[in-house]
T-cell receptor
Framework: DAGITQSPRHKVTETGTPVTLRCHQTENHRYMYWYRQDPGHGLRLIHY???????DKGEVSDGYSVSRSKTEDFLLTLESATSSQTSVYFC????????????FGPGTRLTVT | DAKTTQPNSMESNEEEPVHLPCNHS???????IHWYRQLPSQGPEYVIH???SNVNNRMASLAIAEDRKSSTLILHRATLRDAAVYYCILRTYTGNQFYFGTGTSLTVIP
């Protein structure tokens, strides 16, 4: 399994506060992803990165920003958290080429009160 | 990316085979078929993937229809640990994203 860690694993915050979630990988994978998972919706892509300093939006990117200054770290920031951003957040890394696969972290449960 | 259609839920008895169907009628010739599963309170994990031919690995088998418009994930002998949500995902040959639907929730009955 790819070495993917997420921090924090659980967080409770208040509406309007900034929040940063961290994803760290030890596999040197090129691609990294942030998903959110809500009941009845499966996993939805927020943002992804295809290299250091190279990022792009996913299907639910509003209210989120990302940064990737090193291959191993991908940060997800909620500039001003809202209750609608209460969710479980998963980070994933991806290989490339015909053997492409994604590997997922353990998830971060975020509650915005 | 082309979409997939899966049943919302299925049940299986322990130690019996399970066939999880997936329809992907708009698949293109270069789309790969990937299957992932998500155990309770965990991130998704890779199960199997294929392009045209049937595939086997230690976890499961993937049977792909001749016209590629459908596929079936086969768990040869279901165990309680196989209770999970199973996702069928299409990916273009050069693609680097997955689009997850809501998957099939598999319940294994002891």
């Amino acid at each position: 399994d790819a070495g993917i860690t997420q921090s924090p694993r659980h967080k409770v915050t208040e509406t309007g506060t900034p929040v940063t979630l961290r994803c760290h990988q030890t596999e040197n994978h090129r691609y990294m992803y942030w998903y959110r998972q809500d009941p009845g919706h499966g996993l939805r892509l927020i943002h992804y990165s295809y290299g250091v300093k190279d990022t792009d939006k996913g299907e639910v990117s509003d209210g989120y920003s990302v940064s990737r200054s090193k291959t191993e770290d991908f940060l997800l920031t909620l500039e001003s958290a809202t209750s609608s951003q209460t969710s479980v957040y998963f980070c994933a890394t991806g290989t490339s080429g015909s053997a492409y696969e994604q590997y997922f972290g353990p998830g971060t449960r975020l509650t915005v009160t | 990316d082309a979409k997939t259609t899966q049943p919302n839920s299925m049940e299986s008895n322990e130690e019996e085979p399970v066939h999880l169907p997936c329809n992907h009628s708009t698949i293109s010739g270069t789309d790969y078929i990937h299957w992932y599963r998500q155990l309770p309170s965990q991130g998704p994990e890779y199960v199997i993937h294929g392009l045209t031919s049937n595939v086997n690995n230690r976890m499961a088998s993937l049977a792909i229809a001749e016209d590629r418009k459908s596929s079936t994930l086969i768990l040869h002998r279901a165990t309680l640990r196989d209770a999970a949500v199973y996702y069928c995902i299409l990916r273009t040959y050069t693609g680097n994203q997955f689009y997850f639907g809501t998957g099939t929730s598999l319940t294994v009955i002891p």
